[in-house]
């Protein structure tokens, strides 16, 4: 059962650079998150998804886009990438039957803006 | 604005002792839930413990119980025997909707 998977693992960009973090979950979960994790900081909902073609955005969504075209994968989107994107992501997913229910993360990618 | 406090940045322990990591929230809601995730060296983030805020009874999970205070929005995690493996950060989390996170403590368990 792999859950929560996230690719890449670890990245570099360079300024203005665009990329696609790619998130996928195998547990039919309606409810997709992305956070992002800054140095000694706790996390940071960017955007997040209530099932297949709805999203929404989070505390922090300026300079990211997603998209939800199926259950199972969450892209999350950096068009132009600039140095405060500099930043560890994390995917989650949690199944439907109540805000109880606890988020399964992914591994996170490292993301670097030189 | 719902906002979590983790005012104890780093603490330490030693190997088979109690340690209580501090939680305070803000919030309106009346219905919401509290976790503490933990996320070691490895990055992952894992879950240790939850509430639901209409129960007034505390969370207990083996070695793992809270101290749930709602009408002072207290959320403390205790750790007993702590164990070499407990060393990480802690985030407590809130939700009423969204997830907020603090900005965790990292707990260093000494042999």
């Known amino acids: 059962n792999a859950g929560v998977t996230q690719t890449p693992k670890f990245r570099i960009l360079k300024i203005g650079q665009s990329m696609t973090l790619q998130c996928t979950q195998d547990?039919?979960?309606?409810?997709m998150y992305w956070y992002r994790q800054d140095p000694g900081m706790g996390l940071k909902l960017i955007y997040y998804?209530?099932?297949?073609?709805?999203?929404d955005k989070g505390e922090v969504p300026n300079g990211y886009n997603v998209s939800r075209s199926t259950t199972e994968d969450f892209p999350l989107r950096l068009e132009l990438a600039a140095p405060s994107q500099t930043s560890v992501y994390f995917c989650?997913?949690?199944?439907?039957?109540?805000?109880?229910?606890?988020?399964?993360f992914g591994d996170g990618t490292r993301l670097s803006i030189l | 604005a719902q906002t979590v406090t983790q005012s104890q940045p780093e603490m330490s322990v030693q190997e088979a002792e109690t340690v209580t990591l501090s939680c305070t929230y803000d919030?309106?809601?009346?219905?919401?839930?509290l976790f503490w995730y933990k996320q070691p060296p490895s990055r992952q983030m894992i879950l240790v413990i939850r509430q639901e805020a209409y129960k007034q009874q505390n969370a207990t999970e083996n070695r793992f119980s809270v101290n749930f205070q709602k009408a002072a929005k207290s959320f403390s995690l205790k750790i007993s025997d702590s164990q070499l493996g407990d060393t990480a950060m802690y985030f407590c989390a809130f939700t009423a909707g969204d997830m907020r996170f603090g900005a965790g403590t990292r707990l260093t368990v000494k042999p």
């Open positions: 998804s209530v099932g297949a073609g709805i999203t």
């Open positions: 919030t309106s809601e009346n219905n919401y839930y």
């Open positions: 547990m039919n979960h309606n409810y």
């Open positions: 989650a997913s949690r199944p439907s039957g109540g805000l109880n229910q606890p988020q399964h």
